[in-house]
């Protein structure tokens, strides 16, 4: 401290009592520090430490006396913050070590002062590493358990409640563990995904998007490229089902965006497999758009997409992933096929799906295997329709009754209704084809059977397909069996399948009904030369004429309904000459 307790305002006044510019010159060292020390009553050391600073400083003389009272005063303010600071309540090395540094600042030692400084600021700042270090293990912990009840939610089928546990779970992890917020931030979105894809959320499927989407701003294909990448293709799947539910294109022409920007990433090279089940999943998107569209170029982009996706997903590696590309390859040519002349692609698509067959199997995957089955028997029906023969009708049959050993109406209802469908219009085709009644009666137990499950409140469009298609197996019954009472019963379906396909809600479907009902009330109209049947089945027959010839622009078909109508026109005509 100072000597003689003198106070700083006594130092101060002694210097600026002093004409320190003309006793004191470092060039010509008029005085000694000892003289000026004693001369200012100012310890020798602490003075020391002052002219030290001032020749490090190269403070010119005019200011040396301003100088020095600053430094008089801002040595004696910090000694005594240090020592209130050396009182205080902190850890004891703190303490002591901020208060050796005081005792080293009161004899002008600023070097070890300094150094015992830094020692505290070390010792603070290790304990400010192992606080954090304890509070991201204890962040890390709490996201661990919060992803463990996500995981109990989604047993649960409570998806959207697992969601907000894995967004919490990502919120707490620190910001130096990207990978593992990453992961829980593609829990939340698979599970967003699961409750739009197994409760037909749409909502769900959006915030799905969202956080994918400011995933990509997070995680850069720059500084993260697989993750950017993996996130660009999740972000196709959630592209992909929304679009699959909505009329228009845009969600699947995006998915297909976001595809072909995971694949610039997940190269072939890179990751083998990833780079594959991303070529399916954008041959999957490619196919739904194709199947909406009258140009084939989509569909021929799925199916190059399909055999990229072989070349690396093979049997030997994959079995069952490359059974369900080769099934996925199938549908996608079979829809080509059905637009073409030849039977080549529909040919083609039968050997894609058997090939599947031999690794989904009954033993190893009975639904995958059921559903193959199906997908196998719509191209055979596809080809036998090009036939003049049955065999290829006859194994579609086959086909169709092979699933239903595994879709069965308590197990999957909704998948042994559509089977039931399926198998009810081969059984017509066949039934139009020959002479006899047998296929039209199981084409008409069929569509009953699909009916007990598709009810009108449980899936309309559908309830609608099965009224419809049954009314067409009906009118052929009972036309070719002159029974009134089957063609009867073939106008109360198509009724019944109007109040569902409407003229607003599916155009060409309505217009199709419309056609049908309008033939079936011709033939019992000419049969019980009845007036109003006639002139309903000419309402009917004109409406359906509308829809495809003005609004759908189907012009090819002017002939076709041209006929319909005449025939109409001219029992009408026969009647009123009676």
Request: proline residues 2%; charged residues 25%; contains cysteine.
């Amino acid at each position: 401290m100072i000597k003689n307790n003198e106070s700083i305002n006594d130092i101060r006044e002694k210097i600026k009592n002093t004409a320190i510019k003309n006793i004191l010159d470092f060039n010509g060292n008029k005085l000694s520090v000892e003289e000026l020390s004693k001369y200012l009553g100012v310890p020798t050391n602490i003075l020391s430490s002052f002219l030290r600073i001032l020749r490090d400083q190269d403070i010119p003389n005019d200011q040396i006396q301003e100088t020095l009272i600053n430094l008089a005063e801002r040595h004696v303010e910090l000694t005594e913050r240090l020592h209130t600071l050396a009182r205080s309540n902190d850890a004891p090395e703190i303490t002591r070590r901020r208060k050796q540094a005081a005792e080293a600042l009161e004899v002008g030692d600023y070097d070890g002062a300094d150094q015992l400084l830094a020692e505290t600021e070390a010792v603070d700042r290790q304990a400010l590493i192992e606080e954090r270090e304890a509070l991201e293990r204890r962040q890390l912990s709490a996201a661990v358990t919060l992803s463990q009840r996500g995981e109990l939610e989604s047993a649960r089928l409570n998806y959207r409640e697992a969601a907000e546990h894995f967004a919490k779970a990502a919120g707490l992890v620190p910001a130096s563990d990207a990978e593992a917020r990453f992961g829980y931030l593609m829990q939340q979105t698979l599970a967003l995904d699961a409750q739009g894809n197994e409760f037909g959320a749409k909502l769900a499927l959006t915030e799905a998007i969202d956080v994918y989407q400011l995933m990509l701003v997070e995680y850069t294909r720059e500084h993260a490229p697989l993750q950017w990448a993996r996130t660009q293709n999740s972000l196709g799947n959630a592209l992909s089902t929304l679009g699959e539910r909505e009329s228009g294109a845009e969600s699947l022409d995006a998915a297909v965006v976001a595809y072909r920007a995971a694949l610039e990433e997940r190269t072939r090279e890179r990751v083998p497999l990833q780079w594959a089940r991303t070529q399916m999943n954008l041959g999957n998107a490619l196919w739904s758009l194709g199947e909406r569209e009258s140009d084939p170029e989509n569909l021929n982009a799925a199916v190059v997409a399909y055999q990229a996706a072989l070349e690396e997903m093979t049997r030997e590696r994959v079995p069952l992933q490359w059974a369900m590309t080769q099934m996925n390859l199938g549908n996608a040519l079979r829809t080509l096929g059905s637009r073409e002349s030849n039977t080549e692609r529909l040919e083609q698509a039968i050997e894609a799906h058997r090939a599947a067959l031999e690794e989904r199997t009954r033993e190893r995957a009975p639904l995958q295997w059921a559903m193959t089955q199906i997908n196998l028997g719509n191209a055979l029906v596809d080809l036998g329709v090009r036939e003049s023969g049955t065999g290829s009708l006859e194994k579609a049959i086959k086909a169709y009754n092979n699933a239903l050993m595994e879709y069965k109406r308590e197990r999957v209802p909704l998948d042994w209704a559509q089977t039931q469908i399926n198998l009810g219009n081969v059984l017509l085709l066949l039934g139009e084809r020959g002479s006899g009644t047998e296929h039209l009666e199981k084409a008409i137990k069929a569509y009953h059977n699909a009916l007990l499950e598709y009810a009108r409140e449980r899936g309309p469009l559908q309830w609608a397909v099965a009224q419809n298609n049954l009314g067409n197996a009906l009118s052929f019954l009972g036309e070719r069996e002159n029974d009134t009472e089957r063609l009867e019963q073939a106008v109360e379906a198509y009724r019944a399948a109007l109040e569902e396909r409407t003229r607003e809600r599916v155009p060409l479907q309505w217009a199709r009904t419309q056609m049908n009902l309008g033939s079936t009330l011709c033939i019992l109209g000419k049969r019980q030369q009845e007036k109003a049947a006639l002139e309903a089945a000419l309402t009917a027959m004109q409406g359906a004429s509308d829809v495809y010839l003005k609004e759908a622009q189907q012009t090819q078909y002017e002939d076709y309904f041209k006929g319909l109508v005449e025939v109409i026109k001219e029992a009408l005509a026969a009647l009123d000459s009676k």
